[in-house]
């Protein structure tokens, strides 16, 4: 036997979630009865939790000689309460999510306004701002305040000299929500490849390094030759990791400003630099501090293969030792 109760649009919310209660309260009350519990005994349950499940009570059925009705806690999530939870939870997301977007709007509108002067600047003063930039910020200058608008507004008009591609208002929008650590959701066609070079561009210049994480080889490759030109025409190194490089190349790649690099690869360096001998050995920046962590800034391209799909198979490296000689 079912209890069902009607959906919440057929009446208030109120008093669906007033009968759900006397309901619940009203099958919860049937199964701590001793009627009820006895007929338990009769099918090998000597107690209520033998009964398969824990919190679980067998309510016979006057009709037949089998247990009819489970009450467990699952039986009482329904969905009149996971509607109204998943309604109040999307509506006060989506009014967090506007009133940053808006916040963020107004330093789009501050970056649009530095580029009448930013494109007075020649080809030299222009990759001199690099420098700029690092002083400022090695003096203990926020990297979230005003020097944040500037480095975006001159890596907008470096990516248009080097590759006549200008960042739009979106693009940069995207490039503020990444700076912050967050997830921005962009379709295929929409540029994240240029986006990704704006919060690169800032975080490298304050001495550690900014990674460009990816799924493949080509596309780490695509992205470094054609994106590491916006990043070296400011004056900033490029590396490039691929599978099959030595162990000095990725050393060297690793030691660079703004890195391409895909998952598998940075997995797969992370595990072996646990299993070296000795610091030299190692090639990831932080390894050999022997913290073990990275300290650096991160872009993830397609975080849900990355963080979820390919997250799933866990990476395993092993090595062959000699064997004993008897």
């Known amino acids: ?21 006397l309901s619940s309260y009203a ?45 467990t806690s699952t039986s009482l999530q329904m969905n009149i309460v996971n509607d109204f939870i998943t309604e109040k939870d999307a509506s006060r997301r989506a009014a967090d999510n506007t009133k940053y977007i808006a ?80 997830l921005a959701e962009m379709a295929t066609g929409e540029g994240k490849t240029l986006v990704a070079t704006l919060p690169c561009y800032i975080n490298a210049l304050t001495g550690k390094p900014a ?20 990043h070296r025409f400011l004056g900033l190194t490029v590396g490039l990791i691929q599978s099959g490089m030595s162990e000095e190349e990725r050393r060297k790649a690793y030691a660079c400003d703004v890195v ?11 595990l072996r630099d646990h299993l070296a001998l000795s610091p030299q050995q190692t090639v990831l920046p932080t390894a050999g501090t022997g913290s073990g962590e990275f300290d650096g800034f991160c872009v993830v391209d397609e975080a849900d293969s990355v963080l979820i799909d390919e997250a799933r198979t866990p990476l395993i490296i092993s090595k062959q030792v000699p064997a004993p000689a008897n």
């Open 1 to 21: 036997k079912t209890m069902t109760i009607p959906s919440a649009r057929s009446f208030g919310r109120a008093a669906a979630l007033s009968a759900l209660l």
């Open 27 to 71: 099958l919860v009350s049937h199964a701590f009865t001793p009627s009820a519990l006895l007929p338990a005994k009769q099918y090998g349950a000597t107690s209520p939790t033998q009964t398969g499940r824990t919190g679980a009570f067998v309510i016979p059925s006057s009709n037949i000689d089998t247990p009819s009705l489970l009450i």
């Open 103 to 182: 916040e963020l709007q107004k330093r789009v509108e501050s970056i649009n306004a530095m580029e009448p002067e930013i494109e007075d600047l020649g080809d030299d003063e222009l990759a001199a701002k690099t420098k700029e930039f690092r002083e400022r910020l090695a003096k203990g200058e926020d990297i979230n305040g005003k020097i944040l608008e500037e480095s975006f507004a001159v890596v907008r008009e470096a990516a248009w000299r080097v590759l006549e591609q200008r960042h739009y208002d979106v693009q940069i929008l995207g490039g503020l929500i990444l700076h912050d650590g967050r």
């Open 211 to 230: 990674f460009v994480i990816t799924t493949n080889d080509y596309l780490a490759r695509r992205d470094m030759e054609k994106m590491g030109q916006v």
């Open 260 to 270: 391409y690099v895909t998952n598998s690869e940075l997995g797969f360096d992370y």
